[in-house]
């Protein structure tokens, strides 16, 4: 089959009921771990053969996990080689007094290595998964109580400081709890087209499990853009996406965020006429960022730079309500 030729069983537009969106977002307790399955049958052979009377087997795959899927799903890292692992954040999770350990351990198995930096306040240490242990297939569920217990609270913390935000942020996390994934059909269209690409391959493999597992992701970054399991996930796999069974479709609205705000302002009395009239002239012509590039003598590869930028400092001010 051809890459077109792949498409899920959902039906089209045929008319749904929009879901709730003032009920309670339920948080999944049911917290999993996605390594390779070498991977996880080295772990529980070294720490077996060390005879260790605490199971500490949750602790070193869930590290191994974090490294993997912030590597390959973390835009910030990219095009890095190592993802950057925050000790206080890692160790709410797993054993603060076996941290040491693990990462030693981990190094000297030949399952990590690191690039060994840390500046203070700037820069956490670096770790890459090691070959053939970077390659995820094997999702399972976490049994260590303590683990599941920090990983639920931290679910709980992030809900209650989600719902301190304008209601817009909360519309949009209930609404990317709608969505599901034909993620069968995604898997198989995975494997016939991205396996010889290994980071798109992780990458697609980790976001077809967050939807199969129910892990919904929602994340609102410096700039205060949101990050989901849609806006993350690789553009020809929302073909396999759906809300109550209807494929979902989309429309790219060239200057959204400036004819937006257009709308907001067109009827301020405050604003001469003739200034809003510019203004709507620049965003439907679809020329806003470019106008400042052109105002700042700035190249074509600085858009992205540009329209990041407007993002953060006049569009999504967190403590504008609209």
């Known amino acids: 089959m051809t890459r077109n030729e792949y498409s899920s069983n959902s ?39 060390s005879r260790k009377k605490h ?3 949750y602790h070193y795959l869930y590290f191994c996990h974090v490294i993997g899927y912030l590597k390959n799903s973390h835009k910030k890292f990219k095009d890095t080689e190592y993802a950057n692992i925050h000790y206080k954040t890692m160790v709410s999770i797993i054993s603060k007094y076996k941290y040491s350990e693990i990462v030693s351990n981990l190094l000297s198995w030949g ?11 700037f820069k956490s240490k670096g770790f890459k998964l090691l070959p053939p242990y970077d390659i995820p297939n094997k999702t399972i569920i976490i049994k260590d109580d303590k683990i599941n217990m920090k990983l639920t609270q931290f679910k709980n913390k992030s ?7 304008p209601e817009s942020y909360n519309y949009l996390h209930i609404s990317n709890t709608w969505i599901k994934m034909d993620y069968s059909t995604a898997s198989t269209y995975n494997n016939a087209f991205y396996f010889t690409e290994p980071d798109s391959y992780n990458a697609n493999f980790y976001s077809i499990c967050n939807y199969r ?5 929602f994340q609102i970054d410096k700039s205060n853009r949101i990050h989901t399991n849609l806006t993350n996930l690789k ?15 989309q429309v790219d609205i060239r200057n959204s965020q400036p004819l937006f705000l257009y709308l907001v302002i067109k009827d301020n009395p405050e604003i001469p006429d003739t200034e809003k009239q510019e203004y709507r002239q620049l965003v439907e012509e679809g020329r806003f960022y470019e106008m400042f590039m052109e105002k700042l003598n700035l190249t074509a590869d600085k858009r992205k730079e540009v329209k990041e930028m407007t993002y953060k400092y006049i569009f999504l001010r967190r403590e504008q309500k609209y």
């Open 111 to 121: 399952i990590i290595a690191t690039d060994g930096e840390y500046q203070a306040g």
């Open 55 to 57: 199971d500490f087997t």
């Open 159 to 165: 809900l209650q400081q989600l719902k301190k935000m």
């Open 235 to 249: 553009s020809d796999f929302r073909r396999f996406l759906s809300v109550q069974g209807e494929k979902l479709g």
């Open 213 to 217: 597992d129910l892990n919904h992701k």
């Open 11 to 49: 039906t089209i537009h045929s008319g749904f009921n929009t879901p709730n969106t003032t009920a309670e977002v339920e948080i999944n307790t049911v917290n999993t771990i996605t390594v390779n399955s070498d991977l996880i049958k080295l772990i529980k052979f070294k720490l077996k053969k």
